[in-house]
């Protein structure tokens, strides 16, 4: 099973959510607000995606840290202590492709961000 993983409001998750009932394609959402985000599958993403492309720079949670906050961020750790603390720093949604089992990770079955010509790839 595909697990979308993202916070309900947020416009990009909503366009992703639409995309995937569009294409029947069968997913399960997990909302960080809610559920927080599984510290497991944090690393996991991290070692696939890199943290530099998981941690949004350019929306209101960065921008609302101060600077110091911001400056602390330089390493694989402290991006995932923040993005722990705060999941709304994550970039959305992710997505863990097929079954979401351990041996997703492996194969690097994992998307940040909604792109659709990539997803279209996966329908």
Not at 5 to 34: E, M, Q, S
Not at 42 to 70: P, Y
Not at 107 to 116: I, K, L, Q
């Amino acid at each position: 099973m595909t697990t979308l993983y993202g916070i309900p409001n947020c416009d990009t998750v909503k366009k992703a959510r639409t995309w995937l009932a569009a294409h029947g394609k069968a997913y399960v959402f997990h909302d960080f607000k809610k559920q927080g985000v599984p510290p497991d599958r944090l690393a996991q993403w991290v070692e696939i995606a890199g943290w530099e492309s998981l941690l949004n720079r350019k929306g209101s949670t960065w921008r609302k840290l101060a600077a110091d906050e911001q400056l602390a961020v330089h390493d694989s750790a402290s991006a995932q202590a923040l993005m722990l603390a705060q999941p709304s720093i994550i970039r959305r949604p992710v997505v863990q492709w097929g079954d979401g089992g351990a041996d997703a990770g492996v194969n690097g079955d994992v998307s940040v961000g909604f792109n659709p010509q990539m997803w279209e790839k996966r329908a």
